[in-house]
């Protein structure tokens, strides 16, 4: 599938979403969100608890219904199905699931289900590209285990693999990095950042680390009560004001050598001390 | 480099090719243990059965055989889709109602026919009674637990739950207003769970039909099975419409039980052990998983039946030991050593 993409500035846009609202029964979440997403750009998207990270991607990833106009490629998302949207967006959820006793193979495996026919059979190149990404991303040995032998670290990897078996053009993750330990934070991290520069893959991660995020990101989207606050650098969305009002702490920051994104961490004397 | 790892991984393409291999080994297996199976005899014989009435005789015990393997095989796959899409390990094919439904229809058909001439209710006959039953017991389920066409395995569950008791506090309601349905023998025995030698042509072909037309669809959507057994999120998130198959899915398998419930009664395990025991032997892809779970649920059947008839003559009964109860016996330690061999052994990988 030949994708010409829309001129949006210097790159090319790959979603655009505008005026976007959505909620759950009467409650809503989105308050007309507007974003942009283009090729090869790692994108964090942050904001405290309740501020419709999670609702944001779900609707991006067509699992939620939503007013406002939201095009991937160019094509409106309803006019997607979901099987042909599978095979441009891809996701990662917080705690992905998988049965203990699973192979790594399995879950690779299953990424392909969109390119798969009725009864579920599978082409040559299927297993192609499987075998191309666990090469990839150092999980060809591994194939033959169960999950539950693998570390924490090992098997995210394979969840990230699972997105890429799906040769997607966007990969949307929410809070990839909850449950892995500062090594594995970084490394997940440089991994979608080489990912997304050799395969020119997009990348919309939502997150609560602010400074994971904004070393790893290209831009911030900044989210609060269902609307985008900020959208830029990271330098430019981590101003300690908005992000005080915003999270509703004090938060100070910490400049450092320039080209390197800010620190920021709430003022603890804040706390009492 | 792709070379070098598919030199030491052989990846096994799921094509048309190993589909039909599959099937085929699936096949084999229940060939053999159906043939072991014929040579049990209801008099305790085993081997050939020697006298003039030779043909007629083997021609009884392999229909036995048959039927067997046919509900076998019914609850077999039904027990794979059940687990699968309501992602529950314990999951059977009677938990959204299609037993117990069927069992109350057919003691409600079974007092009615006393002192009642009609040639209707005796025309409809207990099979379809049954069916009927499971079916309406499945549709309550499924209507009362979905809210605006959605279904949620948690909801769907306890809705089962509940309608299963309810029916079988009528059931028991009813028996015990009517004892007198015990001196049914046969028919009654169809109750909690026995196969029955006085089937028709008909019924035998519409079950079979159905057996058949059910698995060729469940294999058919084999693939998504792989795909629903993820969160609903990610499920979506991989191209699969989850609303879509977990109703076409609970509606084939529950068609494909209530058939088989129609023509045996409620047999308990089989549904719920056999996907563990081909889980075991075969691993987790469903597409290879259902056509050997199949034939499980047919070998166990055809096994457990044929037991069935060995102990009723060597041991006290004179007659038949129902093979719902034998199934049961069987199958309740059978899956607890399951249960403990599979927590023990994620206790040392873990």
Known sequence: MAFAGIAGGDRMTLLTAENVQAGYGDRAVLRGVSLQLHVGEVVGLIGPNGAGKTTLIRVLLSQLSSTGKISWEGRSITAWSRKDLARRVAYLPQAPSSPALQRVEDVLRTGRAPYWGAFGLESARDLQVVLAIAERLHLSSLLKRPMLELSGGQRQRVFVGRCLVQEPVALLLDEPNTFLDIRHQVELNQLIRQLAAEQKIAVLAASHDLNLASMSADRLILLNEGVVVRDGTPDEVLEPQALSTVYGVTIERIERAPGEPPIVIPRYTALGR | ?350
Not at chain 2, 29 to 49: D, K, Q
Not at chain 2, 138 to 154: D, H, M, Q, T
Not at chain 2, 173 to 196: D, K, M, N, R, W
């Open chain 2, 1 to 350: 480099m792709i070379e070098a790892a598919q030199k030491t991984y052989r990846a096994k393409q799921w094509n048309i090719r190993r589909l039909l291999l599959t099937v085929l080994l699936a096949t084999v297996i229940w060939v053999i243990v159906a043939a072991l199976c014929v040579l049990v005899g209801s008099t305790g014989a085993i081997g050939w059965p020697g006298d003039r009435a030779f043909a007629t005789r083997l021609w009884f015990r392999s229909e036995r055989v048959l039927i067997a393997s046919l509900v076998g095989a019914g609850l077999g796959m039904a027990g794979v889709v059940y687990q699968a899409i309501l992602r529950n390990p314990l999951a059977d094919p009677y938990l959204l109602g299609a037993s117990s439904g069927a069992s109350l229809l057919s003691i409600a058909w079974l007092v009615s026919m006393f002192g009642s001439s009609s040639t209707i209710l005796f025309a409809l006959g207990q099979q379809t009674a049954a069916f009927i039953g499971a079916i309406l017991s499945v549709a309550a389920v499924l209507f009362a637990a979905s809210s605006r066409g959605r279904i949620e395995p948690v909801t769907l569950i306890l809705v089962g739950v509940i309608v299963n008791a309810v029916n079988g506090s009528f059931f028991l309601l009813i028996y015990s207003l009517h004892p007198e349905v015990v001196a049914q023998g046969g028919a009654f025995t169809f109750l909690i769970g026995g196969l029955q030698s006085s089937l028709s042509a008909r019924q035998e072909w519409l079950a079979a039909a159905c057996v058949l037309g059910g698995g060729i669809a469940l294999m058919r959507i084999s693939g998504l099975l792989n795909v629903a057994m993820l969160q609903t999120a990610e499920a979506e998130s991989l191209g699969l419409n989850v609303q879509r198959l977990r109703w076409t899915g609970l509606v084939i398998a529950s068609l494909v039980t209530a058939s088989v419930v129609s023509i045996s009664g409620p047999i308990g395990f089989i549904g719920l052990v056999t996907p563990h025991l081909a889980r075991m032997v075969f691993g987790y892809d469903q597409r290879r998983l259902l056509p050997i779970a199949t034939a499980f649920g047919a070998c166990l059947l055809a096994l457990a039946d044929a037991a069935s008839r060995f102990l009723s003559q060597q041991t006290l009964m004179q007659t038949e030991l129902p093979v719902g109860v034998l199934t049961s016996l069987i199958g309740g330690p059978f899956f607890l050593v399951l249960l403990w061999r599979s927590r023990e052994s994620q206790a040392e990988t873990a």
